[in-house]
């Protein structure tokens, strides 16, 4: 079967690091090939730093790659390598082409250049050159690889070979200028000053790689802020929504509460009108029909019969119906009450709505420094670390059950009550205790944590001491807030109501507080700080830290502050 033919570059097959066809090729996991000296050479040098980086793509491993040869690429690149060796020995590829040194002896069809001399600053293809390399005189001359800048070679005041570097004038000069202008000076051969360059080179590229994967970290971690950004800005859309759509909700409803209470009140009052204006009109058509039985009576020529019914029509007037006016009642006197609501309800209404629009107005116009609070919050440890308070714990607030240790910087829990002093500001019911300085401002701490589990806390100082109620405890007032620790879950706790935060928690947790904006931070800190759970409030009173731990009849807890690394 007939091989397939396929037309590739040699460029292809080029060793990103020695820039020549590659030699033993191996293929790292990223997808690049090295020639298996020079991948072997790079990491060598990384060694020291325990991260070894593809030369390529700036990929990292944290271990050393084992290399494996890839015998297909080797096959390939043999093959070419042939190829390369027929296309050279075919006459058509002696000539010169676009890019190659000219032979400066070829009269017609120029052919390419092998080498150039340094003496005769001349170039010779292979036919040209032979006599440089027979005859006795020409073979002291200096040869190197074809070049179509000899004239750099040469000194343009002396007209001679440049083969001394100058250290004192940082320039490569001729024998005869180191005879005049730089006499005295210290100098060395040239081979001798790029082996020298060459050292410093490797420092430079060595250098510049650490600037470049500083860099690409930097790139990394501000990629991760930009995303931390993204998705804290979306959260905060999402949430500011559905406040505004309950709020919206909460109005309407109030909305239609108010509507029934004036349709109610409406109806009352004209139920009482509708009912007084039946029974005065039940009254003027008994009054009509009387005046008209009068008037009849008043026409009678029965002297008898008028004296008789005229009686009984006084009489049939004294019998009133009770729910009737009296006789003497004038209609003048009775009044209706026109409660006149749209005046009233309507000033309070007006009244109402400018309130409610200089508080919106007044918190609203919070909310730019909010959301500027919380992009200006550090992103990084070493950031959070500009901000760290080194915080003590206060003795005489420590519950008796609760073991001070490390210079108060530590603490664990006891089955034995300790000898502890009496004291107004010690806890005598719950297993807790503060720090003694007070958090003003921007302040960041760390903590770690192990046992049964522990309350990390931030509260007011006069939040109470004595006694078992809620007031005291860490997280069920209003007076502190507490990410309650323990093996198996993580919870916030403010003003006695749990937040779940569906993580378990780690063993070092950063705590970041700004005052001023009111914006209290919980943090896992490891390699990358990860947001545990964050609050938004207004602090009107400084704050301090404070511990609280978890302790049952098989084992206690430990809570220690944690100092800059």
Known sequence: MAEASISVDQDQFICPVCLDLLKDPVTVSCGHSFCKVCINSCWDQEEQKGVYSCPQCRHTFTSRPVLNRNNMLAEVVEKLKKKTEVQAASPDHCYAGPGDVECDFCTRRKHKAVKSCLVCVTSFCEIHLKPHLEVPALKKHTLTEASAKLQEKICSEHNKLIEIYCRTDQISICSLCMLDKHKGHDAVSVTAGRAEKQSELKEQQMKSQQRIQEKQKKVQELKQAVNTIKLSAQTAVEDSEKIFTEMISFMKKKRLEVLEMIRAQEEAELSGAERLLEKLEQEIADLQRRVTELEQLSHTHDHIHFLQSFQSLCVSAGRRSPDLPRPNFHTSSITVHQHHLSDGMGKYFSDLKKKLEEFCEEEFNKIPAQVQSFLSEPQN???????????????????????????????????????????PERYDSWPQVLCEQSVCGCCYWEVEWSGVGVDISVLYKDIRRKGRGDECVFGRNNQSWSLQCSTTSLCFYHNNIETDLRVLPPSRIGVYV??????????????????????QTTFTQPLYAGFGLHYLSFGSSTVRLCDPE
């Not at 500009?386 to 089955?415: Q, W």
């Not at 700004?514 to 609050?535: C, E, I, P, W």
């Open 381 to 423: 440890r070493d950031e959070f670390l500009k901000y760290f308070c080194y915080l003590t714990l206060d003795p005489n607030t420590a519950h008796r059950k609760l073991i001070m240790s490390e210079k108060n910087r530590a603490v664990s829990g006891s089955v034995r009550k300790q000898q502890y002093s009496d004291h």
């Open 514 to 535: 700004d005052h001023s904006a009111g914006t209290l931070s919980f943090y896992s800190v490891s390699d990358t700080m990860k947001l545990l759970h964050r609050v």
